[in-house]
């Protein structure tokens, strides 16, 4: 299995543009989620899915953000627009189940630069 | 309130020797799970060990085992015999299964953990 899948590994953009984070869980995971990590506020979960459908998006930050899972196999995160203290890295994970032995499995994250 | 704490922002360890990583958290729900992820420099979040509430014994895997102390909310990571490869930091993390709750895990703020040759 490939894992979670993320792309980009970086993106550099301005003030103002239009960011799209792409990510693909692993096959049969029926969990989504996207965290970001900031050195000031750690990792915070922004939303989670379940079966394609968004579960909790109370860590949304504002309507800036907003996330999408249109198949089993793909997930996009939009900035729009996108501001300097949106720059962190932004995770993906998925997850067979919630409860149990299931430890997330996370991508190799999005290190988003917003200049 | 559903709180992990970390309270080591920074450890050393010789090589091959044991290190404990201190973890504490706060939940009003009976039943939780408790995990440990290590994050290296080159940034991926890497699972490491888990331990259910109602688990009557601590979790181990490979080098890696949980201290698990209910009563005191404690679940600190204890890795045995350091490697340089250990060099990271490391964050506990707990998902509370109590309604409302169920798939968020929350981290702790993470400790930053170096192995010296």
């Known amino acids: 299995d490939a894992g979670v899948i993320q792309s980009p590994r970086h993106e550099v953009t301005e003030m103002g543009q239009e960011v799209t984070l792409r990510c693909k869980p692993i096959s049969g995971h029926d969990y989504l989620f996207w965290y970001r990590q900031t050195m000031m506020r750690g990792l915070e979960l922004l939303i989670y899915?379940?079966?394609?459908?968004?579960?909790?998006d109370s860590g949304m930050p504002e309507d800036r953000f907003s996330a999408k899972m249109p198949n089993a196999s793909f997930s996009t995160l939009k900035i729009q627009p996108s501001e300097p203290r949106d720059s962190a890295v932004y995770f993906c994970?998925?997850?067979?189940?919630?409860?149990?032995?299931?430890?997330?499995?996370f991508g190799s994250g999005t290190r988003l630069t917003v200049v | 309130a559903q709180k992990i704490t970390q309270t080591q922002p920074g450890m050393f360890v010789q090589e091959k020797e044991a290190v404990t990583l201190d973890c504490t958290y706060d939940t009003s729900d009976p039943s939780y799970g408790l995990f440990w992820y290590k994050q290296p420099s080159s940034g991926e979040m890497i699972f490491l060990i888990y331990?259910?509430?109602?688990?009557?014994q601590n979790a181990t895997e490979g080098r890696y085992s949980l201290n698990f102390q209910k009563a005191r909310k404690s679940a600190n990571l204890v890795i045995s015999a350091s490697q340089l490869g250990d060099s990271a930091m490391y964050f506990c993390a707990m998902r509370p299964h109590g309604s409302g709750n169920t798939g968020k895990l929350i981290f702790g703020q993470g400790t930053t953990l170096q192995v010296k040759p």
């Open positions: 994970a998925s997850s067979p189940k919630l409860r149990g032995n299931y430890g997330y499995t």
């Open positions: 331990q259910g509430s109602y688990d009557q």
């Open positions: 899915f379940n079966n394609n459908v968004p579960i909790d």
